[in-house]
């Protein structure tokens, strides 16, 4: 069934529609490996590992102390801290705490480090000048 509604019958790059139904033509693919390897973004993955390996270890620690406490001291998280708000609702609550801080972290460090890195390769790979 080709037709010009069926693009990809016709031998040429895909045609994709905009919301405005105006087709948009793709230049070639890029060489993806050659992306991986280059420098820029070896220096990306660098970036990124120094932020999220660090920190999913620090929050998975965290975590894991909350639950051994929770399973081995009981009567500590038991302790009334107000009312009937006992450090085990404050340590759980601040699982939550935490989980935003980091988000909050990573959206200044992804910010400042990494989308810098990452739009001069996507610039370079979309061949636009910056």
């Not at 790059?13 to 991986?36: I, L, N, S």
Request: proline share 8%.
């Amino acid at each position: 069934m080709c037709s010009p509604a069926h693009p990809y019958c016709w031998g040429g790059p895909p045609v994709t529609h905009t919301e405005y139904g105006k087709p948009v033509q793709h230049g070639p693919e890029p060489d993806w490996e050659a992306v991986q390897t280059s420098p820029e973004f070896q220096e990306l993955r660098r970036r990124l590992r120094v932020f999220v390996f660090p920190m999913t270890a620090f929050f998975l620690a965290w975590y894991l102390l909350y639950v051994v406490v929770a399973a081995y001291a009981s009567d500590f998280m038991a302790v009334k801290l107000v009312g009937n708000i006992n450090i085990g609702i404050v340590f759980g609550l601040l699982q939550f705490v935490s989980t935003f801080v980091i988000t909050g972290l990573y959206v200044r460090y992804a910010g400042s480090r990494l989308d810098p890195i990452a739009d001069k390769i996507r610039h370079e790979i979309e061949g636009e000048d910056k």
